[in-house]
Every structure is written in structure tokens, then in C-alpha cells.
């Protein structure tokens, strides 16, 4: 409880950046690397597990997050960098309700 509490204190454009480059290196590493290293294994599914919880943590809870991760599970379908995009649109429309 005491790491959510930390990521919590932080203020949004820290955890709006945290988030990006986090959901860039996730979405890089499952586009490039996992389809060579560990093609079929469910090594990817454990990542986008982790990533959810950790967007969630980080954010807080969005619709968004929803088909992003049924989407994450469908081999194949996951080659789309789901999780930038439904980052992308969280930040930037709490950005917009802010200003």
C-alpha cells in the first residue's frame, strides 16, 4: 500500500509521463522483441496483466482500460500498440479537464 500511496502524491505530469513511456517500452517490447524471442508463450498475456495493474495504480481506473486489455489477449490483434493509445487518450482528455 505504501508504493500506491507514493505514486499517488506524485502530481499528474509525472505519473502522465511515468504512464507514456511505460506504455511506449510495453507496447515496443510486445511489437519487436516478444514475436522473436517468445513466439506462443504466455509470457505476453503476464506483461499486459502487469501493465494493466500498474496503469490503474498510476492513472486510476478508466473505461478505456477495458478493451485494451480484451484486446491485449487475441493473438495477434495484440501487434497494435493498444496500450500507448488507451494512455494516450486517458492523459490527454484529463489534461483537457484541467486546463
Known amino acids: 500500500m505504501r508504493g500506491l500511496a507514493t505514486l499517488r ?3 499528474w505530469e509525472k505519473r502522465r509521463k511515468i504512464a507514456r513511456w511505460t506504455a511506449l517500452g510495453v507496447d515496443a517490447l510486445q511489437i519487436a522483441i516478444f514475436p522473436i524471442l517468445f513466439p506462443g508463450t504466455p509470457w505476453n ?3 499486459d496483466l502487469l501493465t494493466g495493474v500498474f496503469m490503474v495504480a498510476i492513472l486510476g481506473w478508466h473505461v478505456a482500460f477495458l478493451p485494451t486489455f480484451v484486446t491485449e489477449l487475441i493473438p495477434f ?3 497494435f500498440p493498444t496500450w500507448t493509445v ?3 487518450y486517458i492523459t490527454r482528455k484529463r489534461r ?3 486546463a
Open 9 to 11: 502524491a506524485m502530481d
Open 45 to 47: 498475456n503476464v506483461v
Open 77 to 79: 490483434v495484440d501487434l
Open 86 to 88: 488507451a494512455v494516450m
Open 96 to 98: 483537457d479537464q484541467a
